[in-house]
Protein backbone atom coordinates (compact mmCIF):
# COMPACT_ATOMS: atom_id res chain seq x y z
CA UNK A 1 0.00 0.00 0.00
CA UNK A 2 1.15 3.50 0.51
CA UNK A 3 3.04 5.19 2.94
CA UNK A 4 1.75 6.92 5.65
CA UNK A 5 2.98 10.52 4.53
CA UNK A 6 1.06 10.22 1.16
CA UNK A 7 -2.00 9.28 2.25
CA UNK A 8 -4.39 11.01 1.69
CA UNK A 9 -6.99 12.86 4.56
CA UNK A 10 -10.97 13.62 4.08
CA UNK A 11 -9.87 17.10 4.00
CA UNK A 12 -7.20 16.61 0.73
CA UNK A 13 -10.08 14.51 -0.86
CA UNK A 14 -12.34 16.83 -0.36
CA UNK A 15 -9.95 19.51 -2.14
CA UNK A 16 -9.32 17.37 -4.90
CA UNK A 17 -12.94 16.76 -5.62
CA UNK A 18 -13.65 20.41 -5.63
CA UNK A 19 -11.00 21.34 -8.00
CA UNK A 20 -11.80 18.40 -10.21
CA UNK A 21 -15.93 19.53 -10.15
CA UNK A 22 -14.60 22.89 -11.00
CA UNK A 23 -12.39 21.90 -13.84
CA UNK A 24 -15.07 19.33 -15.19
CA UNK A 25 -17.52 22.56 -15.04
CA UNK A 26 -15.01 24.43 -17.15
CA UNK A 27 -14.34 22.02 -19.36
CA UNK A 28 -18.19 21.79 -20.53
CA UNK A 29 -18.60 25.18 -20.57
CA UNK A 30 -15.87 26.07 -22.26
CA UNK A 31 -16.92 23.36 -24.83
CA UNK A 32 -20.04 24.87 -25.27
CA UNK A 33 -18.97 28.07 -26.22
CA UNK A 34 -15.76 26.35 -28.37
CA UNK A 35 -19.15 24.51 -29.63
CA UNK A 36 -21.28 28.03 -30.54
CA UNK A 37 -18.24 29.51 -32.36
CA UNK A 38 -17.61 26.93 -34.73
CA UNK A 39 -21.28 26.91 -35.56
CA UNK A 40 -22.28 29.83 -35.93
CA UNK A 41 -21.05 31.70 -39.13
CA UNK A 42 -21.69 35.05 -37.69
CA UNK A 43 -18.95 33.90 -35.10
CA UNK A 44 -15.99 33.78 -37.70
CA UNK A 45 -14.48 36.70 -37.47
CA UNK A 46 -10.97 36.74 -36.82
CA UNK A 47 -11.20 38.01 -33.16
CA UNK A 48 -13.91 35.38 -32.01
CA UNK A 49 -11.48 32.65 -34.11
CA UNK A 50 -8.67 34.42 -31.45
CA UNK A 51 -11.81 33.59 -28.55
CA UNK A 52 -11.97 30.09 -29.76
CA UNK A 53 -8.18 29.68 -29.48
CA UNK A 54 -8.20 30.63 -26.49
CA UNK A 55 -10.98 28.42 -25.56
CA UNK A 56 -9.69 25.72 -26.40
CA UNK A 57 -6.44 26.09 -24.77
CA UNK A 58 -7.99 26.68 -21.65
CA UNK A 59 -9.82 23.57 -22.08
CA UNK A 60 -6.59 21.82 -22.13
CA UNK A 61 -5.56 23.75 -18.75
CA UNK A 62 -8.68 22.38 -17.13
CA UNK A 63 -7.96 19.22 -17.99
CA UNK A 64 -4.25 19.14 -15.77
CA UNK A 65 -6.75 19.40 -13.03
CA UNK A 66 -8.70 16.04 -13.69
CA UNK A 67 -5.29 14.50 -12.73
CA UNK A 68 -6.52 14.93 -9.15
CA UNK A 69 -9.35 12.56 -9.74
CA UNK A 70 -7.96 8.79 -9.85
CA UNK A 71 -5.57 10.35 -6.37
CA UNK A 72 -9.52 11.12 -4.54
CA UNK A 73 -11.34 8.43 -5.68
CA UNK A 74 -9.50 5.07 -6.72
CA UNK A 75 -6.84 5.64 -4.40
CA UNK A 76 -4.61 5.69 -7.35
CA UNK A 77 -0.83 7.52 -7.68
CA UNK A 78 1.62 8.09 -10.22
CA UNK A 79 5.25 6.94 -10.18
CA UNK A 80 7.73 9.60 -10.67
CA UNK A 81 8.32 8.92 -14.53
CA UNK A 82 4.92 9.25 -15.45
CA UNK A 83 4.48 12.64 -13.49
CA UNK A 84 7.50 13.50 -15.42
CA UNK A 85 6.15 12.06 -18.89
CA UNK A 86 3.36 14.36 -17.89
CA UNK A 87 4.94 17.25 -16.93
CA UNK A 88 7.27 17.46 -20.13
CA UNK A 89 4.17 17.08 -22.33
CA UNK A 90 2.90 20.59 -20.48
CA UNK A 91 5.66 22.00 -21.12
CA UNK A 92 5.56 21.22 -24.57
CA UNK A 93 1.83 22.76 -24.94
CA UNK A 94 3.14 25.75 -23.35
CA UNK A 95 6.03 26.12 -25.69
CA UNK A 96 3.23 25.48 -28.74
CA UNK A 97 0.69 28.12 -27.24
CA UNK A 98 3.36 30.19 -26.97
CA UNK A 99 3.71 30.43 -30.51
CA UNK A 100 0.52 32.86 -31.34
CA UNK A 101 2.25 35.99 -28.98
CA UNK A 102 5.68 35.31 -31.19
CA UNK A 103 3.70 35.85 -34.20
CA UNK A 104 1.65 38.99 -33.02
CA UNK A 105 5.06 40.17 -31.57
CA UNK A 106 6.66 39.57 -34.74
CA UNK A 107 3.86 40.93 -37.39
CA UNK A 108 2.98 43.49 -35.52
CA UNK A 109 2.38 46.65 -37.81
CA UNK A 110 2.20 49.89 -35.76
CA UNK A 111 -0.66 52.02 -37.28
CA UNK A 112 -1.73 55.75 -36.69
CA UNK A 113 -5.78 54.36 -36.43
CA UNK A 114 -6.76 51.32 -34.74
CA UNK A 115 -10.54 51.85 -35.88
CA UNK A 116 -12.40 54.09 -37.62
CA UNK A 117 -14.83 56.15 -36.52
CA UNK A 118 -17.50 57.77 -39.33
CA UNK A 119 -16.86 61.37 -38.68
CA UNK A 120 -20.36 63.53 -37.79
CA UNK A 121 -18.96 66.92 -39.14
CA UNK A 122 -18.26 67.16 -42.61
CA UNK A 123 -17.03 70.01 -44.94
CA UNK A 124 -16.74 73.41 -43.05
CA UNK A 125 -18.24 72.13 -39.87
CA UNK A 126 -15.72 70.13 -39.39
CA UNK A 127 -13.62 73.24 -38.52
CA UNK A 128 -15.73 74.54 -35.76
Given amino acids: A ?3 RFRLT ?3 NFLFLSLCSVATAGILSNSLLLYTTIATKSLRSSCNILI ?3 VF ?3 CHNCGALIHFPQAVFKFYIDSSLCSAIQV ?3 AIAVYCSYTPYLMHEYFVAQPIIFTVTSVFHGEAAKL
Fill in 2 to 4: CPR
Fill in 57 to 59: FDM
Fill in 10 to 12: STS
Fill in 89 to 91: RLC
Fill in 52 to 54: GLC
